[in-house]
């Protein structure tokens, strides 16, 4: 039962767009969403997270937005930059099995061309 | 050395080989993870340690079995695997139950 998912596996954006990353989950129990962006060869780094009582948190250009009652969240850079290319994992905490669980989605490549 | 590290990066090992995974914060965090990540799936948590106690079992086959000295340290050690284990295993640690922090990983194949 995969409670957090990420439907679309690659996204490509020009430089200065803004890139939409998403994820969908099913879990009402989940209390707590982060980002992790992961280069190859690298481990996931923490991006960016929110929490069930906001809607939207902002670092920059990253901003999440969260849906409770749709249960999705998105992901939001602006203006993506080449660097920007990665894998990005959406995770979420809480639940029944909660405490220090984190549930994650199957990860977006974002490739942002020059 | 900051964050989290592990060794080795890369490991080939045939079924009946023994090896062991080791990983190391430097972040002063008490709790510590091991996930596996396969192609083009999601993160699979393995076990959890709180305080070097393992809080977590995520239904992981015995042929890998972890070791937690301290909340410094965390090992997996890994005997008689199968092909399909071949993944990338990451170790994470935290402080609070919310964001971690990874490792680069060990790549693993098991010819």
């Known amino acids: 039962d995969q409670q957090v998912k990420q439907n679309s596996p690659s996204l490509s954006v020009q430089e200065g767009r803004i890139s939409i990353l998403n994820c969908d989950y099913t879990?009402?129990?989940?209390?707590?969403f982060l980002w992790y962006k992961k280069y190859p060869a690298e481990g996931p780094t923490f991006l960016i997270s929110?929490?069930?009582?906001?809607d939207k948190n902002e670092d920059g250009r990253f901003t999440v937005f969260l849906n409770k009652s749709a249960k999705h969240l998105s992901l939001h850079i602006v203006p993506s930059q080449p660097g920007d290319s990665a894998v990005y994992f959406c995770?979420?905490?809480?639940?029944?099995?909660?405490?220090?669980?984190?549930?994650f989605g199957e990860g977006t490549q974002l490739t942002v061309n020059p | 050395e900051t964050g989290v590290t592990q060794t080795p990066r890369h490991l080939v090992m045939g079924m009946t080989n023994k090896k062991s995974l080791k990983c190391e914060q430097h972040?002063?965090?008490?709790?510590m993870y091991w996930y596996k990540q396969s192609a083009k799936k999601p993160l699979e948590l393995m076990f959890v340690?709180?305080?070097?106690?393992?809080?977590e079992n995520n239904s992981v086959p015995s042929r890998f079995s972890p070791e937690c000295p301290n909340s410094s340290h965390l090992f997996l050690h890994l005997h008689t695997l199968q092909p399909e284990d071949s993944a990338l295993y990451l170790c994470?640690?935290?402080?609070?139950?919310?964001?971690?922090?990874f490792g680069p990983g060990t790549r693993l194949t098991v010819t």
């Open positions: 340690y709180n305080f070097k106690e393992q809080t």
């Open positions: 972040l002063g965090h008490n709790a």
């Open positions: 879990n009402s129990m989940f209390d707590y």
């Open positions: 929110i929490s069930s009582i906001k």
């Open positions: 994470a640690s935290s402080q609070d139950r919310v964001q971690q922090y």
């Open positions: 995770a979420a905490s809480g639940g029944v099995r909660g405490g220090s669980r984190l549930t």
